[in-house]
T-cell receptor
């Protein structure tokens, strides 16, 4: 079954701790994306990667970091520098350049207290 | 700056009461317009891609249309299971330029 997996579904952390969210896809897609979703707001782009070993900052990259060492994997680290890390995080992937749709994973809800 | 505005923010319908959701956009060089459905606590599910004005796509009770300035998602005779948030997004420019999303329309269909 092809798709995008995100783990874990729920994640709880104490303030001041870094946390890494997993995103894996077996769709052989080149591009991968991380979004943050807060109540009443649209999806906001954190980082994206078009190819392995390359990534670009999105609109709200401060306090986050990523890596893209393998085509299938695009982990997101939420650092202690992120002021309001509690949110729903969504990973997506896309095949090829141009106007092709993105496919989303099930999301990870992160709660930091 | 590319912008996407969805209206209304929320819509409550009786079962069987047809209606339309609006997505207006301002982009330079539209590559594609996308509709997604999102259930609470889940990732968005892809519905349609529209590429050029005049194009229409249909799936069950949903039909998406596109003009040069906006897109409509028409819902015919909705059922309670159509209740969800519907997201619109556009891609402009070239390559893998990220999508720009609207804030969504939260649809509730009451039996």
């Amino acid at each position: 079954d092809g798709g995008i997996t995100q783990s874990p579904k729920y994640l709880f952390r104490k303030e001041g701790q870094n946390v890494t969210l997993s995103c894996e896809q077996n769709l052989n897609h080149d591009a991968m994306y991380w979004y943050r979703q807060d109540p009443g707001q649209g999806l906001r782009l954190i980082y994206y990667s078009q190819i392995v070993n390359d990534f670009q900052k999105g609109d709200i990259a401060e306090g986050y970091s990523v890596s893209r060492e393998k085509k299938e994997s695009f982990p997101l680290t939420v650092t202690s520098a992120q002021k309001n890390p509690t949110a729903f995080y969504l990973c997506a992937s896309k095949n090829g350049a141009g106007g092709y749709e993105q496919y989303f994973g099930p999301g990870t809800r992160l709660t930091v207290t | 700056e590319d912008q996407v505005t969805q209206s209304p923010e929320a819509l409550r319908l009786q079962e069987g009461e047809s209606s339309s959701l609006n997505c207006s956009y301002t982009v330079s060089g539209l590559r594609g317009l996308f509709w997604y459905r999102q259930d609470p606590g889940k990732g968005p599910e892809f519905l349609f891609t529209l590429y050029s004005a005049g194009e229409e796509k249909e799936k069950e009770r949903l039909k998406a249309t596109l003009t040069k300035k906006e897109s409509f998602l028409h819902i015919t005779a909705p059922k309670p299971e159509d209740s969800a948030t519907y997201l619109c997004a556009v891609q402009a420019g070239s390559g893998n330029t990220p999508l720009v999303f609207g804030k969504g329309t939260r649809l509730s269909v009451i039996a």
